[in-house]
């Protein structure tokens, strides 16, 4: 398999990976894949057609993150609100 075929396997293992909410995976395939790319990538015969699935997917896995971001803000925001009101009820701060 080519560099740049690995290199897509990777981004999509990646993009898994966010999906299921695994992002110790993320992380670790992230590591693996920016080694790759420093190390370095030499053309070959279909880079513009595997380069542009790779953005593709790239961009996907960058909006999977982005809403699991998002997600776990809102669920942190409404921890803290059920937390203050707890605290309020039993007329106790609680530390943020």
């Not at 999906?19 to 395939?29: N, T, Y």
């Not at 942190?76 to 309020?88: E, K, P």
Request: proline share 2%; aromatic share 4%; hydrophobic share 50%.
């Amino acid at each position: 398999m080519s560099a740049l075929a690995n290199l897509l396997d990777l981004t999509r293992n990646m993009f898994a990976a966010a999906h299921s909410g695994d992002f110790d995976r993320v992380s670790a395939l992230d590591a693996e894949r920016r080694a790759m790319l420093e190390a370095g990538l030499l053309p070959e015969a279909d880079s513009a057609t595997l380069a542009d699935a790779i953005l593709a997917c790239d961009r996907e896995l960058v909006a999977e993150v982005a809403r699991a971001r998002s997600l776990a803000g809102e669920q942190l925001r409404q921890a803290r609100l059920a937390q203050a009101g707890v605290g309020s009820y039993l007329g106790v701060a609680f530390p943020r």
